[in-house]
């Protein structure tokens, strides 16, 4: 088996870098030496504006931003409403005895 995937990766034609029907027009990189600094500041704009956009993860970014933000509101959410402040804290003093008790929400807190 692997000796005709050998065989037969040797009798391909030569690498598509060679049998390209398209040619580039210009050669890449530049010398930049030879160009003037304003296109080299144009050139390197350049590439940094694609680099961004080939490395740009917006799924990643939005999932992160989505994780980030549940677990700020999860922790408010639980300090105001479901944490017991009385072992925490003051029991004469309770930050959010309005709140939490507001409607009968939790009537052990109260």
Not at 9 to 17: D, E, L, R
Not at 54 to 75: E, L
Request: charge should be positive; proline fraction near 8%.
């Amino acid at each position: 088996m692997f000796s005709t995937l050998v065989r037969r990766t040797a009798q391909q034609s030569p690498p598509y870098v060679y049998t390209n029907p398209y040619k580039a027009r210009k050669l890449w990189p530049p010398d930049f030496t030879k160009i003037s600094p304003k296109h080299q500041f144009r050139l390197e704009r350049k590439y940094k504006r694609r680099a961004k956009l080939k490395w740009a993860r917006p799924r990643w970014t939005k999932a992160v931003k989505i994780v980030q933000m549940g677990s700020i509101v999860f922790v408010a959410v639980y300090g105001v409403l479901f944490l017991d402040w009385n072992s925490q804290g003051s029991p004469d003093n309770q930050p959010f005895h309005g709140v939490c008790c507001q409607n009968g929400a939790i009537e052990s807190l109260c």
